[in-house]
């Protein structure tokens, strides 16, 4: 049982576009959604969060958007730089979860100059 | 100096075999998890510990069995390997099960043959 999908595998995006990833749920009792970054042979690093009870949240380059009705989120990025190029994870979790959180299978983002 | 640090990086080994993981974290943080990243890349949750006390027991074979000397440590014993537990084993801490100070550590590849 997927509580978390991210459809595409892979992105690429020229440098200065927008990158576009998205990510599915199941589950309508999280109460935050987090995005982590991943580059090879390191672990995931925390990006940027949101809580249930906000649909946008900026920090930077990087925008999140959650629309609970439709149980998806986006990360945009913009404008893309190459040192952007990496796995993104969507990992939403619960207050009463323990601080586990449920990962998507990764969106991998390359940004060419 | 690493904050959340796993040994070894790689680790080949044969079937039947047992082996540990160590996971070591400098950040005084006082909960502690075991992702696996199976194949599929999905990462997904084994254990947690909270002050050296288990909190998050996955659906987790037996062979599988976290130690936690103290809120710092906290390493993975697996007996009985199996071709089906090669995967990439992330640490990670957080402070008070809060998912936004999460800090994985590089993890370590088994590989079992």
């Keep these: ?113 | 100096d690493t904050a959340v640090s796993q040994t070894p990086k790689y680790l080949v080994t044969q079937m039947g075999n047992d082996k540990s993981i160590k996971c070591e974290q400098n950040l005084g943080h006082d909960t502690m998890y075991w992702y696996k990243q199976d194949s599929k890349k999905f990462l997904k949750i084994m254990f947690s510990y909270n002050n050296k006390e288990l909190i998050i027991n996955e659906t987790v074979p037996n062979r599988f069995s976290p130690k936690s000397p103290d809120k710092a440590h906290l390493n993975l014993h697996i007996n009985s390997l199996e071709l089906g537990d090669s995967a990439v084993y992330f640490c990670a801490s957080s402070q008070d099960f809060t998912p936004y100070g999460y800090t994985f550590g590089s993890g370590t590849r088994l590989t079992v043959v």
């Design chain 1, 1 to 113: 049982d997927q509580q978390v999908k991210q459809n595409s595998p892979s992105l690429s995006v020229q440098e200065g576009r927008i990158s576009i990833l998205n990510c599915d749920y199941t589950n309508s009792m999280f109460d935050y959604f987090l995005w982590y970054k991943k580059y090879p042979a390191e672990g995931p690093t925390f990006l940027i969060s949101i809580s249930s009870i906000k649909d946008k949240n900026e920090d930077g380059r990087f925008t999140v958007f959650l629309n609970k009705s439709a149980k998806h989120l986006s990360l945009h990025i913009v404008p893309s730089q190459p040192g952007d190029s990496a796995v993104y994870f969507c990992a939403p979790g619960g207050y009463n979860q323990g601080g586990k959180l449920i990962f998507g299978q990764g969106t991998e983002l390359s940004v060419k100059p």
